[in-house]
């Protein structure tokens, strides 16, 4: 048993031994179960409304990003802060990986703390989930102990929310970005210079406007529509979540069923996007953010898309499912107290990922495989 285990063991047999002093062998159920109710209640709701700040109805409202990307990034000083179970974060480092961008943009993966803020720590090699990948580690730009840290070294510090991904200028010491949806725009068109796939494009002109569509679907419904499900702090926030995120899963689902992916034949940007938070559905949203209707799994198209898109080369190796189902499932305190984690779905094991998805027939465009 792990010194934590240890040490919340001890304060509820303390807490039992002074019940039991109190009011004999246990407390009346009803009182203890209502007592229990109101703290917890208050509690949770105190936590909730800091950590997810929420409209009038209960809706989860996100804080917009603090480091939004202008200019022209300088190749070459450019250092990229991820955690892995972050959806944000992981689109970052498939782009990256597409792009050829390993060498030109060094990476530093941070994991949860048990405060739920982004630390960096020593990592066995059996900590590398899948085992084919990428695994977290130490910072290796700023030897820094925490993300907070390295957030304030920038000039003129910083006290705000300390969020992945973000892109650090090494030379002149700052943050250039802290918006993923930035930083795979700048992967994808700004570093050419330094990309050993300079010539992949996953938003060439033609398609912009359709990306850009997509985007404004998937982003309110599915993206953030999973973190509306699962923060949603009024019943009525949440029913209105789900309906969303679900009547979304089913337009794609009756989409994807004639287009290999959402823009037509060619793998784009707005892909990578739905496919981080497509991974991390019967994984986590399934069961911690309530999106019960359905398992990814049976959406037929839905689900052979995103292996096709799991199975070009390099993507797997962003995938680390031990860090997903850790930071979901232990880390997010307020949604999982007791911190047990569930079983991994047999549906997202390597195994069945692999399989063929059969939708090769659907483009007549030269192969990502073959360009990657
Ligand atoms: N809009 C941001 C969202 C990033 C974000 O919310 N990251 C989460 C992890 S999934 C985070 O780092 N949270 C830490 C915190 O809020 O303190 C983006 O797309 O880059």
């Not at 102990?145 to 650090?168: A, F, H, I, Q």
């Not at 107290?337 to 659907?362: A, F």
Request: proline share 6%; hydrophobic share 35%.
């Amino acid at each position: 048993m792990s010194l934590n285990n240890d040490s919340r063991f001890n304060s509820s047999s303390m807490l039992n031994a002074v019940t039991k002093l109190l009011w004999g062998q246990s407390l009346p159920p009803g009182l203890l179960v209502t007592t229990v109710r109101a703290t917890w209640n208050s509690t949770w709701r105190l936590m909730m409304s800091q950590l997810a700040p929420s409209d009038s109805s209960g809706g989860y409202t996100r804080p917009p990003s603090k480091f939004r990307f202008s200019g022209n990034p300088s190749p070459g000083s450019l250092h990229l802060y991820v955690g892995l179970a972050c959806p944000w974060a992981h689109r970052t480092l498939i782009v990256r990986a597409l792009k050829g961008l390993e060498e030109a943009v060094p990476v530093s993966v941070a994991s949860p703390g048990l405060d739920g803020s982004w630390e960096f720590k020593r990592v066995d090699a059996d900590g590398i989930g899948i085992g084919i990948g990428i695994g977290p580690g130490l910072d290796k730009a700023n030897g820094c102990r925490t993300l907070k840290e390295v957030y304030g070294l920038r000039r003129g510090g910083y006290d705000g929310r300390s969020t992945v991904p973000m892109l650090w200028d090494k030379v002149s010491k700052d943050v250039v970005c802290n918006e993923s949806y930035d930083i795979i725009h700048l992967f994808n068109s700004s570093l050419n210079s330094v990309a050993g796939n300079p010539d992949l494009d996953l938003s060439p002109p033609e398609l912009k406007e359709k990306i850009e569509e997509w985007y404004r679907v998937i982003y309110p419904n599915v993206n953030n529509g999973v973190y509306r499900c699962g923060f949603a702090q009024s019943q009525e926030a949440y029913d209105r979540a789900v309906n969303d995120l679900f009547c979304t899963l089913d337009k794609l689902e009756d989409h994807l069923a004639s287009s290999r992916y959402l823009c037509g034949d060619t793998l784009t940007l707005v892909d990578v996007c739905l496919f981080t938070t497509l991974i991390r559905f019967d994984l986590a949203y399934n069961v911690l953010f309530k999106c019960t209707k359905k398992k990814l799994y049976e959406y037929p198209n839905l689900h052979a898309y995103m292996r096709d898109i799991y199975q070009i080369p390099k993507v797997a190796g962003t995938c680390n499912f031990t860090e997903i189902m850790d930071g979901y499932y232990k880390l997010l305190f307020p949604l999982n107290p007791g911190g047990i984690r569930p079983v991994m779905p047999c549906t997202s094991q390597n195994e069945i990922l692999c399989r063929p998805h059969g939708r090769e027939s659907l483009s007549s465009a030269t192969p990502i495989e073959a360009k990657v």
